[in-house]
């Protein structure tokens, strides 16, 4: 089992910048890569950007590029995600997930989930 708790959302003016953080626990942190999910209010939950056992390698969905950056830190068992240049459209609840595959960005190959972060961006 691991424990996935996000923290670090909240409410930014649009071009703003916030940094999410994920503590995982329960089991070791790096048997699994990690990925960011976000769903916004009345949408299908996506991907948004994977980062492998290591930290060497790292997979983003299109709309993030450039803007968004996944790292993780495996002597603090966290995951993180960088966002800047915020959009309104970036407006979610953004989770973070575990999972043995990588790269992936199909929900269902992730094993374990958190309970989510509120990220609402003002125009």
């Known amino acids: 089992q691991v424990q996935l708790v996000e923290s670090g959302g909240g409410l930014v003016q649009a071009g703003g910048s916030l940094r999410l953080s994920c503590a995982a626990s329960g089991h070791t942190f790096t048997t699994y890569a990690m990925g960011w999910f976000r769903q916004a209010p009345g949408k299908e939950r996506e991907f948004v950007a994977a980062?492998?056992?290591?930290?060497?390698?790292?997979y983003y969905a299109d709309s993030v590029k450039g803007r968004f950056t996944i790292s993780r830190d495996n002597a603090r068992n966290t995951v993180y995600l960088q966002m800047n240049s915020l959009k309104p459209e970036d407006t979610a609840v953004y989770y973070c997930a575990a999972t043995i595959a990588f790269p992936v960005k199909r929900q269902h190959e992730y094993d374990y989930w958190g309970q989510g972060t509120q990220v609402t961006v003002s125009s």
């Open positions: 980062v492998s056992r290591s930290g060497g390698s790292t």
